[in-house]
């Protein structure tokens, strides 16, 4: 049985570092073909895809918050970490994991609940 | 980045009538193999996103046959052929041909 689970401050300031966690179960980071991404949406609005760890450690990322992103995994805890730095209000979002791969079949097959983070001082 | 255009917004529908929500992407999404990688999703209200339907037409375990999904190229089309209560939310195409990944701007099912 697959599982994702987000977890994360619910609150943090203007221009700090928000540091997301992925748990999963159900499925490996070093299985072949296998990968982990990171999606926000802000209150109302729709998804927006930020980035993506394969099982052999290529990262991938938004072009628009590339420079404010980073991903990583971490294999022997089944969990995949997303940093994303200088957060401004607009920021603001209910973020998401889910499980991806390089093939259709498993593709964001699997959400996570998602974790609501609000950017104020 | 590939655009994602999908419409209607909004769609009041009669329970059990029809419906019918389109999708066009910017770009081709055939890739070079013959592979398309369009997904359709459903979000009900405070729920995440579920996936329905993987590469254009394949209906995920547990999705209701009612759901069907079409297109190829740059049209897609998530068809719903009786609508039921549980069917109420949002529902988003992605494309995930061209890096980086992007999704459609929701349409929302509402029942009349």
């Known amino acids: 049985q697959v599982t994702l689970r987000e977890s994360g401050p619910a609150l943090v300031k203007p221009t700090q570092t928000l540091t997301l966690t992925c748990s999963f179960s159900g499925f490996s980071l070093t299985t072949s073909g296998m990968s982990v991404s990171w999606i926000r949406q802000p209150p109302g609005k729709a998804l927006e895809w930020l980035a993506r760890?394969?099982?052999?450690?290529?990262?991938y990322y938004s072009p628009s918050l590339k420079t404010r992103l980073t991903i990583s995994k971490d294999t022997s805890k089944n969990q995949v970490v997303l940093t994303m730095t200088n957060m401004d209000p607009v920021d603001s979002a209910t973020f998401y994991c889910?499980?991806?791969?390089?093939?259709?079949?498993?593709?964001?097959?699997?959400w996570g609940q998602g974790t609501l983070v609000t950017v104020s001082s | 980045d590939v655009v994602m255009t999908q419409s209607p917004l909004s769609l009041p529908v009669t329970l059990g009538q029809p419906a019918s929500i389109s999708c066009s992407s910017s770009q081709s999404l055939v890739l070079h193999g013959g592979n398309t990688h369009l997904s359709w999703f459903q979000q009900r209200p405070g729920q995440s996103p579920r996936r329905l339907i993987y590469k254009v037409s394949a209906r995920d375990s547990g999705v209701p046959d009612r759901f069907s999904g079409s297109g190829s190229g740059t049209d897609f089309t998530l068809q719903i052929s009786r609508v039921e209560a549980e069917d109420v939310g949002v529902f988003y195409c992605m494309q995930g041909t061209h890096w980086p990944y992007t999704f459609g701007q929701g349409t929302k099912l509402e029942i009349k």
């Open positions: 889910a499980r991806d791969c390089s093939g259709d079949w498993c593709s964001f097959d699997y």
């Open positions: 760890i394969d099982w052999d450690g290529d990262k």
